[in-house]
């Protein structure tokens, strides 16, 4: 386990990334906040207090929650990911607290930071890593991507911790987290039935008389998100001719994977001719292959019922048969739409590029097997590559930090003297609207009654690039004039932003 000890920066009234120096004092019993009191920016100074786990008046705890990747590297489930990546990514969230920390300290607050890691291939470490952040008494849980949605509330509910998340998590645990549940995405439950809907009303995406597999996992969340699915399917009358629950939960990545393969002869037998796929990408991956070497002829779908499923991440990981697989997707992170033309940073991503590129600028600052960030390329996946010329294209920024940290410090600022997990999110809810990078959309808003960010979708569509290393990038900057590097990607399909209305009711 590996520790980072950081200090965090002064923050008045402004709940943005951008802040005001305030007081601080070294002293716990002098420690204070300045608070404007009216419009006449009258302020008064109220001494900190130390009232909840994790938060003294000099001092906020976090634990910051990451993947250790070395098991599904060996596993070969991921490809081109250095093994310690939990520390390269942890960078990302202790950049933020690092420069805030030299303007001063949030309201006289610095901040210290705990790495936990858990490991996708080992699904004992997700409990261990809930238990590691309950005994080490933190304030709030900040997590990286693909934490298991069931084990979240581990930490929310019977840890009592703040969780500030990337993840999708099912409609029940958000319900039973609460607002100490804040995430990036929608429920599960959101997507799959934006994503369900989008395809039957569009013979172009799903076919009249397609006879449809459903690929899902036994995690509850997924069970959640296939109850949506299947409403709407049976509305619309559409043959769903598989749709069995394959055994992915807690269980090794390996086993996992060998029960979606085992999946295909059923598939086959049921006379599938569609596939639509609600499994991550480390477990689906490995049935497309399997499923044409076995003589079947499908086409694909995806439905987002977790985060990263379709992000530009994802799309390089994804087998050839995959290509011109729709997904309707709350993100956008993949900078280019299906007209070619990558698009351009939103002010709010433009300031969120220049932190990330501060983040990388040192190559020990990654881990091993990442070279520095020179400058951060749009659409280039995690954790950046060498083209077919031997030229390096370093990887774009990850939107999700930049979100995470902005709603962080919008709450511990708001707080004001008197902090806990309730002012941290009176304030947060009380913002209500923030800038979001990588959303659709480009805004996010917050509540009581909605504790995740996202609040538009659209479609995207896989863009295979088998040739993509064969030549250098063209005058445009896409490989084989399809993607923003050698990898395969999703494209965003122009005009179908939409607005997420999905609520817990």
């Given at each position: 386990m590996k520790y980072y000890n950081v200090r965090a920066?002064?923050?008045?009234?402004?709940?943005?990334?951008?802040?005001?120096?305030?007081?601080?004092?070294?002293?716990?019993?002098?420690?204070?906040?300045?608070?404007?009191?009216?419009?006449?920016?009258?302020?008064?100074?109220?001494?900190?207090?130390?009232?909840?786990?994790?938060a003294t008046e000099t001092t906020i705890k976090i634990a910051i929650l990451q993947a250790d990747l070395s098991g599904l590297v060996k596993a070969g489930?991921?490809?081109?990911?250095?093994?310690?990546?939990?520390?390269?990514?942890?960078?990302?969230?202790?950049?933020?607290?690092?420069?805030?920390?030299?303007?001063?300290?949030?309201?006289g607050r610095t901040l210290t930071s705990q790495l936990v890691t858990w490991n996708p291939a080992d699904p004992k470490t997700y409990q261990t890593a809930c238990q590691e952040i309950i005994d080490a008494k933190v304030f709030m849980v900040i997590s990286g991507v693909g934490y298991p949605a069931d084990s979240i509330p581990c930490i929310t509910v019977d840890g009592k911790t703040q969780f500030i998340g990337i993840d999708a998590v099912s409609s029940k645990q958000a319900k039973d987290m609460g607002s100490n549940w804040i995430g990036l995405a929608p429920p599960g439950a959101a997507g799959a039935r934006a994503g369900a809907e989008a395809l039957v009303k569009d013979a172009n995406l799903l076919p009249k008389g397609a006879k449809v597999a459903v690929l899902r996992s036994d995690f509850d969340f997924a069970t959640d998100a296939f109850t949506e699915i299947d409403k709407v399917l049976k509305a619309a009358s559409v043959n769903v001719v598989f749709s069995e629950a394959i055994r992915t939960a807690n269980i090794p990545t390996a086993d996992a994977n060998k029960n979606v393969t085992l999946a295909v002869e059923k598939i086959k037998a049921a006379g599938a001719t569609y596939v639509i796929d609600t499994m991550p990408f480390p477990n689906f991956s490995v049935f497309p292959p399997e499923a044409t070497k076995s003589g079947l002829d499908l086409r694909y779908a995806i439905i987002e019922i977790s985060s990263g499923m379709c992000a530009a991440f994802s799309a390089g990981q994804l087998p050839?048969?995959?290509?011109?697989?729709?997904?309707?997707?709350?993100?956008?992170?993949?900078?280019?739409?299906?007209?070619?033309?990558?698009?351009?940073?939103?002010?709010?991503?433009?300031?969120?590029?220049?932190?990330?590129?501060?983040?990388?600028?040192?190559?020990?600052?990654?881990?091993?097997?990442?070279?520095?960030?020179?400058?951060?390329?749009?659409?280039?996946?995690?954790?950046?590559?060498?083209?077919?010329?031997?030229?390096?294209?370093?990887?774009?920024?990850?939107?999700?930090?930049?979100?995470?940290?902005?709603?962080?410090?919008?709450?511990?600022?708001?707080?004001?003297?008197?902090?806990?997990?309730?002012?941290?999110?009176?304030?947060?809810?009380?913002?209500?609207?923030?800038?979001?990078?990588?959303?659709?959309?480009?805004?996010?808003?917050?509540?009581?009654?909605?504790?995740?960010?996202?609040?538009?979708?659209?479609?995207?569509?896989?863009?295979?690039?088998?040739?993509?290393?064969?030549?250098?990038?063209?005058?445009?900057?896409?490989?084989?004039?399809?993607?923003?590097?050698?990898?395969?990607?999703?494209?965003?399909?122009?005009?179908?932003?939409?607005?997420?209305?999905?609520?817990?009711?």
């Open positions: 920066a002064a923050v008045l009234v402004a709940l943005g990334l951008v802040g005001a120096a305030c007081g601080d004092d070294n002293a716990a019993s002098s420690a204070t906040t300045t608070v404007t009191v009216d419009s006449t920016s009258t302020s008064t100074v109220a001494k900190n207090t130390a009232s909840d786990t994790g489930a991921i490809k081109g990911v250095p093994e310690d990546s939990a520390q390269g990514n942890a960078r990302r969230i202790t950049h933020y607290l690092d420069e805030w920390n030299k303007a001063g300290g949030i309201n050839a048969p995959v290509n011109g697989a729709p997904c309707v997707t709350h993100w956008d992170n993949v900078r280019i739409d299906t007209n070619g033309t990558i698009k351009s940073d939103s002010p709010f991503e433009a300031q969120c590029r220049k932190d990330f590129d501060a983040t990388y600028a040192a190559a020990d600052s990654i881990g091993k097997g990442y070279p520095a960030i020179t400058k951060s390329n749009p659409g280039v996946p995690y954790p950046g590559l060498k083209d077919g010329t031997g030229k390096q294209l370093d990887m774009d920024q990850s939107y999700f930090e930049c979100d995470q940290m902005n709603i962080v410090k919008a709450g511990i600022a708001g707080a004001g003297a008197n902090l806990t997990k309730k002012t941290f999110q009176d304030a947060v809810f009380k913002q209500g609207t923030f800038d979001a990078a990588g959303l659709a959309g480009g805004k996010g808003t917050l509540s009581s009654s909605k504790t995740w960010l996202a609040t538009n979708l659209q479609q995207v569509v896989v863009t295979a690039n088998p040739d993509g290393f064969k030549a250098a990038a063209d005058t445009n900057g896409l490989y084989q004039g399809k993607c923003p590097s050698p990898l395969s990607c999703f494209r965003t399909v122009p005009n179908t932003l939409t607005s997420l209305t999905y609520t817990l009711g």
